[in-house]
C-alpha cells in the first residue's frame, strides 16, 4: 500500500494508534512550530507531526511510513541553521515530521567509565547539567544550546566553541541507537572505548543529518571538570598574529588551551552599540581580538597564561589584554563573544558563511576575503569571526550602511559564491559545522568530488532504498 | 573476462605493465614473507604479490583485478595478529596480495595546521619519527611499531598505549585517500579540523580491514610534544584499587594523564626471570602494578604526580611506588611493560584475548575471569594486563606448567568461550584493537547483533559488489 491509495485519515489513525492521539499533530496551529526555523529562509508543509515517546514507537511509526512510502523528517530542537530538519521542502506536502523531544530521559550516568547514555530529545543544555550533577563535563557547547536537542547534535555533528580541546559531536561518543529506515533498530549503546569488532557504523549516523536513520539515544563521554579556568581577552594586529599566538598557547599549555576564538573591531563594536551592558574590555582600540581560555585540573593555569601573555608580548603578537579576575568578569567577555551573531541584526541584513580552512591558512583566507567581498559589493561590512583553532570562521557579511536590506539579501548566493570560491580554493570547507541540508544542496556536488558523491549515493541506497527518510536533503 | 578465463601469465604480465616486472613476485621464496605471520596460526597461498608504488598504480591493479574477478588482499607490515592480512584463507589460491610498502612518503608536513600527510606503506615508527623531526608528536604507539604500517593502523584502527589520552587509530586522522574495489579514487586528504559537508566516509574505512577500500594514504593529526614526562611504577592490592586510582588521577590531572598500564605479579615475575637486565623497581612484591605517566606542557608534572601519589597513599590505594628519576629509569619501567607479551613464550602456550569492558567493570572482570580459568583448566596461568585506562585488557592465559604445549593451544577457543562469555555479559567487546581478520570472523555473529550484521552486509556490498577486497575476513 502506498501513500497514494492510503487515505490521509487511515495514515493519522494508525499513527495514533502507535505513539497516542495527543501526539499526533496535524492541525496547522499545532504544526507551526515545527515548521517555521530560526532563520525563515525555509518554510515547511507536512501532513503531520509525530511525537514518539519511545524507541520502539520510533520504531513503529517508521515501519509504518516505509509500509505506506511515507517520507519522514527528523527533528530535534529545530535550531538547524540549513533547513535540514524542515519537511516539505522537494514540494512534498506529504511528508511527516518526526519529533524526537519527548525522549528527554537520561537513562544511565556512569562516572567510572565515563559516560551517560542520554536519549535523543534532551536539549543540549540539559545534557550538560546531568554531566555537572554527576561531577563531570560534557563538553560539546553552542549558541543555541538551551534548545537544540542532543539527537540534533549528532545527527549534524554539531560543532561549537570547544572543539579545539575536545573534537566535534561525533568525537564525543561511543555508543548509539539508531532506527532504520523500515524499522529496524540498530542498537549499539555500548560504553567502550575501544571495540574493533566490524565496521564502524556510528561514524555513519552522525552526520548524515537524518538521511540515513534516526538517532534515538546516544552514550555520551564525560570529562573531569577542569578545576579552574583562566580568560583572557586579548588585542592585536590581525589574524597573523593571532595563529601564531595559538601555536604559542599550545606550544606552552598543550590541551589546557580550551578556547580560542577570534573576532574582529568591527564585531565588537556592533556588540558594544547594540547590547545592554556590553563595554570594551580594554582601553584603547585593536584591529582583532582573541578571547583565550585555559582549563586545567592542576593550579597551572594562572602561571601558563602569564607565561603565554608575556612571550606574546614579547615576540611582538599581543597588543594589550586582560585577564578576567572574577566570574563575572570572565561572562562579560564570552558575552562579547556570544553575542555577537545575534547583535548583527542590528546592522542590517547578513549573509552567513560557516566555512573552515586548514588552520595555517586562516591568515591567508581572512586576507583574500575582505577585499574580494569589497569588490563584489563595495561598503559590504565583513564580520569574520569564531573558532580560529579549529580553522572554522563565521564569515558573517553585514549589508553596506542605507542599503535596502532585501536587495542585500538578494544577492545571498552570489556573496557565498565570491566567499566559497576563496574557500575552496584554500582546501576547505563550505560547511564546517552546520551541515548541508537543504541550503547548500545544490553547492555539494561542486565541492565534492564525483567519487564521494556516488559513494554517499551508494549508502544513502543501501540504508534507505526507498528513500524515505530527510528526503531532498544533503544529496 | 574472469579469473577461469585469463590464462595466469596473463595476469601476471598485465600487473608487471602496471608496477614493474620486479615488483610482481610469483615466486614461492620471495612470497614466503607475505605469507607467513608473525603467530604463524595462518599460513597464506596467493597467486602473486603486487607491490605498487603510486595511488595510480594501485588503483590501476585494482581496475584490472574488478576486470579479472581476482580477489585482492592489501598488506602493510604484515604485524596483524588476526590473520586479516593473510591470503587464501578461505580456500582460494589464487588472491593476490597487495603489499602497501613501497608507498613510504611523507607528502606534506604542516606544522601549522598540525597535520601531516604520510603514505600508507610508512611504518609507524617512521611517522613517529617524522613528527618530532617536526617539533611534534605523533601519539600512536604500539609493540610493533618499527614493522607495522600505518595504513595497516588506519584500516585495523589500531589502539596501543597512548589511547587514553589521544584516542584510537581513527581519532588521529583529518582526511584519507582510498582506492576503491573497482579502482575508482576516493580521494580527500583534508586537514580541516571541521567539515559537515556529507558523509564521514572516512570512518567506514577505517577499521573495515581492508574490506571495503584500500587506504593509500592519510592525513594525520601532530600534536605538541609534551615538554616533561613524569613516570611512576606502583605496587596495589587489586584492580579495584587500580581504577580508583585512575579515576584520582584524572581528576588530578586530567588530560596530562597519558598512560594508565595495568599488570598482575605474575606478568613482573615473567619478564624478570626471563629478561636480561630486568629487575624488580620496588622492595617488596605486590599482587599488582600500575605504570602511570603523565606528560605536560608546563613544569607542574612532578607536583601534579606527587600530588596524586599522595593521596593515593592516603586513600589506601597505592602501596608503595618509585618515580623513574631519569630517561633511563623510565625506559626500564616501559620495558617491563613492553617486554611482557614476548617473554610469555618462555613459559609455553599462550592464548590470547584482546578484550575491552566499560572502564568501570575491568576490577569484576577480572574477578571473574580467575575463577572461570581455573575452573575451566587447573593451573592455567592468566597475565590479563594492558590498557585499564581504556578498559582494554589483554587476558593472556599461559599454559599450566608441566601441560603439553600442544595440548593446551588445541583447547584456545574453548578457553576464548570461557572468557569471551564474561566480556559478553558485562558489555565488553571480544575484540578491542587487533580487529576480526579472519581469527574472529566466526565470532562475529555471536557478538553482534543481526542487524548490525545485516547494515554491515549492506555497505560491503554497495561498495565492494563483487566480494573482492579482502575476501572471507571480518564477514
Given at each position: 500500500m502506498t501513500a497514494d491509495t492510503l487515505a490521509p485519515q487511515t495514515l493519522l489513525s494508525r499513527l495514533s494508534a502507535i505513539v497516542g492521539e495527543r501526539n499526533v499533530l496535524s492541525e496547522a496551529a499545532d504544526m507551526a512550530a515545527y515548521l517555521a526555523e530560526p532563520r525563515e529562509l525555509f518554510h515547511g508543509r507536512a501532513r503531520c507531526v509525530v511525537r514518539p515517546g519511545s524507541t520502539a514507537e520510533v520504531a513503529a511509526v517508521l515501519k509504518l511510513c516505509d509500509e505506506t512510502h511515507t517520507s519522514v523528517v527528523p527533528q530535534g530542537g529545530n535550531t538547524g541553521l540549513v533547513g535540514g530538519q524542515i519537511p516539505g521542502q522537494s514540494g512534498n506536502a506529504d511528508e511527516i515530521v518526526l519529533s524526537l523531544k519527548r525522549m528527554d530521559r537520561v537513562r544511565e550516568t556512569d562516572t567510572s567509565s565515563k559516560t551517560m547514555t542520554v536519549e535523543a530529545g534532551m536539549t543540549l543544555l540539559a545534557v550538560q547539567e546531568a554531566a555537572e550533577a554527576a561531577?563531570?563535563?560534557?563538553?560539546?557547547?553552542?549558541?543555541?544550546e538551551g534548545s537544540c536537542t542532543i539527537g540534533g547534535n549528532l545527527s549534524t555533528n554539531a560543532g561549537g566553541t570547544a572543539v579545539l580541546a575536545y573534537g566535534n559531536a561525533r568525537d564525543l561518543v561511543t555508543g548509539l541507537e539508531v532506527v532504520l529506515a523500515d524499522g529496524r533498530v540498530l542498537s549499539n549503546l555500548s560504553k567502550l572505548k575501544k571495540d574493533n569488532t566490524g565496521y564502524d557504523l556510528k561514524h555513519l549516523f552522525m552526520g548524515s543529518e537524518g538521511t540515513l536513520g534516526v538517532i534515538t539515544a546516544a552514550v555520551v563521554k564525560l570529562y573531569p571538570r577542569p578545576r579552574e579556568m583562566q580568560t583572557a581577552f586579548i588585542g592585536l594586529k590581525s589574524p597573523h598574529e593571532a595563529l601564531a599566538l595559538l601555536n604559542l598557547a599550545q606550544a606552552l599549555a598543550g590541551a589546557d588551551v580550551k578556547t580560542f576564538e577570534l573576532m574582529p573591531r568591527f564585531g565588537l563594536d556592533i556588540v558594544i552599540n547594540h547590547a545592554v551592558a556590553a563595554r570594551d574590555p580594554l582601553s584603547s582600540k585593536h584591529a582583532w581580538y582573541v578571547l583565550l581560555e585555559l582549563g586545567s585540573q592542576t593550579d597551572s593555569g594562572e602561571a601558563a597564561l602569564m607565561n603565554i601573555l608575556e612571550q606574546g608580548a614579547e615576540q611582538g603578537l599581543i597588543d594589550d589584554a586582560v585577564v578576567a579576575a572574577s566570574l563575572d568578569q570572565r561572562k562579560d567577555f564570552w558575552k562579547l563573544r556570544e553575542l555577537l551573531s545575534d547583535m548583527q541584526k542590528f546592522e542590517g541584513g547578513s549573509i552567513k558563511h560557516d566555512v573552515s580552512v586548514p588552520v595555517a591558512k586562516v591568515p591567508q583566507f581572512l586576507d583574500e576575503v575582505y577585499p574580494a567581498v569589497e569588490t563584489f559589493m563595495p561598503g559590504a561590512r565583513l564580520v569574520p569571526f569564531g573558532h580560529l583553532g579549529d580553522g572554522n570562521i563565521h564569515c558573517n557579511v553585514s549589508q553596506p550602511v542605507g542599503m535596502d536590506k532585501q536587495a542585500f539579501l538578494d544577492r545571498w548566493y552570489q556573496m557565498n559564491e565570491v566567499v566559497h570560491a576563496i574557500v575552496t580554493r584554500l582546501d576547505?570547507?563550505?560547511?564546517?559545522?552546520?551541515?548541508?541540508?537543504?541550503?547548500?544542496r545544490d553547492l555539494l556536488p561542486g565541492v565534492k568530488s564525483p567519487v564521494a558523491l556516488e559513494v554517499m549515493r551508494a549508502i544513502k541506497a543501501a540504508l534507505d532504498p526507498k528513500g524515505l527518510l530527510n528526503p531532498g536533503k544533503v544529496l
Open positions: 561531577g563531570a563535563l560534557f563538553p560539546l557547547s553552542l549558541a543555541s576547505g570547507s563550505i560547511s564546517a559545522e552546520h551541515g548541508i541540508g537543504t541550503l547548500k
